[in-house]
């Protein structure tokens, strides 16, 4: 079983996108019983809230439920419980490793490194453009799915 974080500063809009599109990845390919898809923020600030409407509105446009997600925060001791955590740009990347007390085990990864394009995932936050998010996010787990299965979950 392979076990996947995505990570986000808020876990309103990137992250519960990543977490299901993923989700909706897996499922197309009937490996459900095969992987833990879960979401975090680096912050409390959006803690309990529910996923951005314009997110899950975007989700929904290309047929992906994400109905009773709630933002919850990333903490230390999840560092134990997945094999992999994926965050959505640099900034998450530098959260996370402060959060999780470092990366002795290389878990900690950024989405947009598995495709070709690289960088960071486009922030629907400040664009407003949650469809360019949509597709970085989409290219970035598809290429995550390729990579794990290709790779026996590394």
Do not use: Q
């Not at 808020?10 to 989700?23: D, K, L, Q, Y």
């Not at 070709?116 to 995550?144: H, M, Q």
Request: hydrophobic share 30%; with cysteine.
């Amino acid at each position: 079983m392979i076990k996947v974080m995505f990570v986000c500063y808020g876990n309103i809009c990137r992250s519960p996108t990543a977490e299901f599109v993923f989700r909706d990845i897996v499922k197309k390919n009937g490996m459900e019983k095969d992987f833990v898809i879960a979401s975090s923020a680096t912050s409390s600030e959006e803690l309990g809230n529910p996923v951005y409407s314009p997110s899950k509105e975007e989700m929904k446009r290309h047929g992906i439920d994400c109905s009773g997600k709630h933002a919850v925060k990333l903490k230390s001791s999840d560092y134990d419980n997945y094999d992999l955590f994926v965050g959505m740009d640099s900034m998450n990347i530098r959260n996370m490793t402060s959060i999780l007390n470092g990366d002795p085990d290389g878990k900690i990864k950024k989405l947009m490194d598995y495709t070709s394009k690289g960088g960071d995932v486009s922030d629907p936050w400040y664009t407003r453009r949650f469809d360019i998010a949509y597709e970085d996010i989409l290219n970035g787990c598809t290429a995550l799915f390729e990579h794990l299965t290709k790779n026996g979950g590394k």
